[in-house]
């Protein structure tokens, strides 16, 4: 039984790059969240899919970040153009549609922008 | 507006003592959801609990055990005999049932819990 799964787990890199992540989802899932959580804090919610459509973003998603989740499967989240403002970790969350929406957490990509 | 306060930051406990987190939220929905999730050092976040927003029972699970009030908007989860490896972060987290939505998280800032011997 394979839970979420994140790649990469790290990443460094340069400001002004664009860096990419995915998620595989648990695979009976049909919804997929991303947040993002920095020292100190709770996980803030990003986005969510339900199958292949992404039905909602949060402020905190600026116009340099974009998600897809293509076919309804795993998801990329990209960001272009890093700032050091953008060093968290990201994690990403799959869950059943229904009453039971407990969602089950990947391990996270942890994103340092130098 | 949806909002979690977990006002303890750090907790020090002795193994074999009882701890109590406390977990506030707000809320303007009547039919919302309550979690608990644990993160342990190695990051990854771990389901706990949930609770809906129509069963006040109190609920208890081996040593862990939640209390949910909602005259007081209160959830507050306590370990019994703590244990060295109940050190982590735990996080309370809100979901409103919003009809055709996708019951995001709202998470509080966490409460780090260390149990030393």
């Known amino acids: 039984d394979t839970g979420v799964s994140q790649n990469p787990r790290h990443k460094i890199t340069k400001r002004g790059q664009n860096v990419t992540f995915r998620c595989d989802p648990i695979s009976e899932h049909n919804r997929l969240y991303w947040y993002r959580q920095t020292l100190g804090q709770g996980p803030e919610f990003l986005t969510y899919f339900q199958n292949e459509a992404q039905l909602e973003k949060s402020r905190l998603l600026s116009d340099r970040f974009s998600a897809e989740r293509p076919k309804g499967s795993f998801s990329t989240l990209e960001i272009q153009r890093t700032e050091q403002g953008d060093s968290a970790m990201y994690l990403c969350?799959?869950?059943?549609?229904?009453?039971?929406?407990?969602?089950?957490f990947g391990p996270g990509t942890r994103l340092t922008v130098l | 507006a949806q909002k979690v306060t977990q006002a303890q930051t750090e907790i020090s406990v002795v193994e074999k003592e009882d701890v109590t987190l406390d977990c506030v939220y707000e809320?303007?929905?009547?039919?919302?959801?309550l979690f608990w999730y644990k993160q342990p050092p190695s990051g990854e976040l771990v389901f706990l609990i949930r609770?809906?927003?129509?069963?006040?029972q109190n609920e208890i699970s081996g040593r862990y055990s939640w209390n949910f009030q909602k005259s007081t908007s209160s959830f507050n989860f306590t370990i019994t005999a703590s244990q060295v490896v109940d050190s982590a972060v735990y996080f309370c987290?809100?979901?409103?049932?919003?009809?055709?939505?996708?019951?995001?998280?709202?998470f509080g800032t966490g409460t780090q819990l260390k149990v030393e011997l």
């Open positions: 987290a809100l979901s409103e049932g919003v009809t055709g939505g996708g019951n995001k998280l709202t």
């Open positions: 969350a799959s869950s059943h549609r229904g009453e039971y929406n407990e969602q089950f």
């Open positions: 609770r809906n927003s129509f069963d006040e």
């Open positions: 809320t303007r929905d009547t039919t919302y959801y």
